[in-house]
């Protein structure tokens, strides 16, 4: 439901309950304003995932509202979700392609967003002949096709071994330094979520509440040794200790 905000995305008293009976969330309220990161993190099924298929409008609310600065949003899956038959450029076009853009505009806009997440000289390359990392790198280059306002996260890095999944991590802040988007990432990795946002929120069990909320004070973009910082260490502690409930 997009509306004149002063927020990108904003959730007030949202309720999610399933047909089976399963209350996912409960009284979640929410905002993310324009060009800040916020991270979700929480124990596995406590309505992470709900929150951005509410937020992209593929699932609506049992109660309360969930509105959209506006239509522009761009959505980033578990999988990289590649169409296998299509070369790398082929697929980063799809948006453009079925937006009816002219052939030569969603070219150049392709090439431009594979420069951006470096995967430079891998037009012609079939996903199935890239890495892990390098599909996420396609996916996220195809969601920049749209030119979102809003990116929404769900645990992209969460298959990629640890290595790429650092590279992944410095890489996407470098973009989001770059770009300003508003940004919602789910993780179930602390590390992962004081890196990246300037703002960490604490999911309880189901039916899932906010418990805790910590922003984080360093600039973008950050340096991968800034996580071996003690006052890193000491925000990612207080995070870990919010999810263990011990947080006062």
Known sequence: MPVALQTALSFDGVHKQFPNGTTALADVSLSVAPGEFVAVVGPSGCGKSTLLRLASGLDTATAGTVRTADDSVGYVFQDATLLPWRSVLANVELPAELGKAARG????????ALRLVGLEGFEKQLPRRLSG???MRVSLARALMTHPSLFLFDEPFGALDEMTRLRMQEELQRIFAAQGFAGLFITHSVSEAVFLA????VMSARPGRITAAFEVPFPHP???ELRYEPEFARIAGEV???LRGDAP
Do not use: F, N
């Open 240 to 242: 870990s200790a919010a």
């Open 222 to 224: 950050r340096p991968a």
């Open 133 to 135: 990392g390098m599909r």
């Open 198 to 201: 300037t703002r960490v929120i």
């Open 105 to 112: 505009e969603r070219r150049a806009a392709a090439l431009d």
